[in-house]
């Protein structure tokens, strides 16, 4: 049963390496990656280098798992295995879960509040036990209180010191080098270079082996010369960096953001690598320590206190299956993207909603920022915001701001040296410091110090970072109740239990597999719609023709099963109705965000295409608003119970329908072939539409009189042909705009061909 156990934790601990380095990983990446510095190929290659070194530092870690949050000598062999298991079954699906939602969460975080779960209640059942003497007074002599409270004071600490750090030095840095820093890197940057460089180089290489186990060996070496080792670092840096400016004529930024990206990964490997294979190693050790014990399950590990020798082989294989997930996971490319989101100097198409708490600290800042701006003269207020005045560039939609850089390499160096020198510090400390707290706060931190949180953009940045912390205490309170319950369940009945939570595990891990995959894989819808970007009128009638036939096409498609739906009582029908009509309604929307930027890359002449841009917009919004109107309305009457329409009311709606489908299918063709000519003859028969609705309202009015007896169905049926007409009015004059601005004699220009 044992050996079972043993061989299951060491299989979950090469699924926790992938699914923890696929939420973690990213974390030293993300500056490397913002920047666009440097390709991504070598990104990676120099992070894989630093993940190799890393793991090898981490060995002096590896005491946390076995000592660092419980007692060892309380527990039997038995009881421990119990606890391993139990940690690393729920582990890897809580990791697996925040990779999903695509969400940074702490592997640290997660592995220590397990660990602590899982040993409070093993240490309950054993004070429960029939035949114990022990009191629940007594659980502290199984838990090592100090240690956790020293670990998950440190984690908590370093959400608000990496933040205000990150936010200080980039203010600083951006103060020296203003977001014009070409020239001024010319002139300082061989010192900028050589400070963070030497920063980087002393704490993650030198303060990094006081948790290696050759650290004795370079002991007499290094310590007691600190300083000088420092200022020699110092000017070795120096001279390299005026010589790679001199030689190569490019910026010392790139070997800051080369060099911090492979420091960073180094401090990852060693401060996280226990997170891993830290519980596994223990559970080995302790397996070892049971065999050549005579195989007593009920003997005391307190072998665990002592000290274990470092496994260098299993290091490095750590470090391999660490690399390929680096490489391969498409799940941390998901994770990257919401903390890229939150740090972007320019605009983006923002994860996430604000909220009153959101809202209520973007108030409270300007308000505290208004009243440190009353005390400081305004001639150095007026000096510091120039260093602080973007570059003039042209507009860039949200979408082309994604493809641009999402800040520049002074914000990628400061958060790869500062994430860099705070997490090394923690590893030589010994104590577990969360990597994704620091990297993320920082990067953060250094965004708001950079103005990137401006007045268009704060109160989704604050709601993303505030649903990003809500995360890490939910990892926090998820993580201990967890392991709580799966340690309960395996003390309960382990031959059983142990089992079946692993087939759980196997099973919950392939589906969200699955289904992330699926979703990552989704291509554009081709009826999607897209914005223009020409400059005339006759280019914006031909590039925005395929936008109207595909709101008409998905617009006919919603009315005709809102109507089939409410004929046929179908529920799902309509709820996939309204998810329809949401999805097409965001997309006008998001076309409506980008009038700002299509207009301000227009020249002077050519007001007149961002006149008739802007009405067909409003027109298609006010189609797509009453459609929605109509759905929801359907939905929520059939969802509601409420009575049937009538057969006539039904057989009325369906004549509607039908004339709103030649409507919107010869609409449809006139736009998709460019026959804009079509449309006078469409918008000729617009009387007869109107009157066609304007009838059946009429007789609905004399059943109301005489036979109608459910104020439901009148209210939902007047409600459907009155939103029917705004959509029909909406239609017509989108056709109306289209009809008199075409000019068949102005040729469009096009691309030609080219011969390959």
């Not at 930024?253 to 294979?277: H, R, Y």
């Not at 998905?554 to 009582?569: C, P, V």
């Not at 009457?637 to 409420?642: D, Y």
């Amino acid at each position: 049963m044992y050996l079972f156990m043993l061989i299951a934790i060491t299989v979950l601990a090469v699924a926790d390496i992938v699914v923890g380095v696929s939420n973690d990983a990213i974390n030293f990446l993300n500056s490397a990656i913002g920047s666009k510095a440097i390709s991504l190929r070598t990104i990676m290659i120099v992070a894989s280098l630093g993940i190799f070194i890393g793991a090898v530092f981490s060995s002096g870690m590896m005491e946390v798992a076995r000592k660092g949050i419980f007692v060892p000598a309380m527990f039997s062999f038995e009881e421990i295995m119990y606890i391993f298991m139990a940690v690393m079954i729920t582990d890897i699906l809580l990791l697996d879960f925040f990779n999903t939602l695509g969400l940074p969460t702490s592997t640290t975080v997660s592995i220590v509040f397990n660990l602590l779960g899982a040993a409070v209640v093993m240490s309950l059942i054993k004070i429960n036990a029939p035949d114990s003497t022990q009191t629940l007074a007594d659980i502290g002599d199984y838990i090592n209180t100090k240690k956790a409270v020293e670990i998950i004071r440190g984690i908590v600490m370093s959400v608000f010191i990496a933040f205000t750090v990150g936010a200080f030095v980039q203010w600083l840095s951006r103060l020296v080098f203003t977001f014009q820093y070409e020239k001024r890197i010319k002139n300082f940057g061989a010192f900028f270079g050589a400070f963070c460089l030497t920063a980087i180089t002393y704490f993650i290489f030198l303060k990094g082996l006081k948790g290696s186990p050759y650290y004795n060996d370079l002991k007499g070496f290094i310590e007691g010369k600190e300083i000088l080792i420092i200022l020699g670092s110092f000017l070795l840096w120096l001279g390299v960096s005026f010589a790679f400016q001199t030689i190569t004529k490019k910026s010392i930024l790139l070997v800051v953001i080369a060099v911090g990206t492979f420091g960073l990964a180094l401090a990852f490997s060693g401060n996280d690598l226990v997170n891993f294979i830290g519980v596994p190693m223990a559970a080995y050790h302790s397996y070892e320590a049971w065999i050549a014990g005579g195989m007593d399950s009920t003997m005391s590990m307190s072998i665990l206190s002592k000290k274990m020798p470092a496994e260098p082989f299993l290091l490095f294989i750590a470090g391999a299956i660490m690399v390929l997930t680096l490489w391969f996971s498409k799940k941390a490319k998901t994770v990257a993207e919401t903390e890229l989101s939150l740090s972007r100097q320019g605009d983006t198409h923002e994860k996430f909603e604000p909220n009153m708490l959101s809202r209520g600290v973007v108030k409270g800042t300007t308000w505290l920022s208004n009243a440190i701006s009353s005390i400081i003269p305004k001639s150095l207020q007026e000096s510091m915001g120039k260093s602080f005045e973007k570059p003039d560039t042209a507009a860039l939609t949200k979408d082309q701001s994604i493809d641009a850089p999402a800040f520049d390499m002074i914000r990628a160096s400061v958060n790869l040296m500062v994430a860099g020198v705070l997490i090394a510090i923690a590893t030589s400390m010994k104590l577990p410091l969360s990597t994704t707290y620091v990297t993320f706060m920082v990067a953060m931190g250094s965004s708001f110090a950079d103005r990137a949180w401006g007045r268009e953009s704060a109160v989704y940045r604050v709601a993303g970072v505030l649903n990003v912390i809500g995360g890490w205490f939910g990892t926090a309170f998820g993580a201990f109740m967890a392991a709580g319950i799966v340690v309960f369940l395996i003390s309960w009945n382990p031959r059983v239990m142990t089992p079946i939570l692993l087939l759980i595990t196997g099973f919950l891990l392939v589906r969200n597999y699955l289904a992330h995959k699926e979703s990552s894989n989704k291509t554009i819808d081709e009826d999607s719609l897209k914005a223009t970007g020409s400059s005339s009128v006759q280019g914006v009638i031909h590039e925005s023709a395929s936008n109207i036939a595909s709101v008409v096409k998905r617009g006919n498609t919603i009315y005709s099963n809102a109507i089939r739906g409410l004929a046929k009582q179908d529920t799902s029908l309509l709820k996939k109705n309204k998810k329809q009509v949401t999805k097409l309604s965001d997309e006008v929307d998001s076309l409506r965000d980008n009038i700002f930027y299509f207009i301000k890359n227009l020249d002077e002449t050519s007001l007149r295409a961002s006149s008739f841009y802007i009405n067909i917009l409003g027109y298609l919004q006010d189609m797509t608003q009453s459609l929605e109107y109509i759905s929801k309305a359907s939905h929520k009457h059939i969802n509601n119970n409420h009575k049937n329409l009538k057969f006539s009311q039904i057989k009325e709606l369906k004549e509607v329908n039908v004339a709103l489908e030649t409507l919107f299918n010869d609409t449809k063709n006139a736009f998709d072939s460019r026959s804009f000519e079509q449309i006078g003859g469409i918008i000729g028969r617009k009387k007869e539409l109107f009157d066609l609705v304007t009838s059946k309202i009429v007789k609905q009015v004399a059943r109301t009189r005489t036979e109608e007896s459910s104020p439901k169905n009148t209210t939902l049926y007047f409600s459907l042909l009155l939103e029917t007409k705004d959509l029909l009015s909406a239609t017509m004059n989108l056709l109306e705009e289209y009809y008199a601005s075409h000019d068949s004699s102005v040729e469009i220009a096009t691309i030609p061909e080219t011969e390959e």
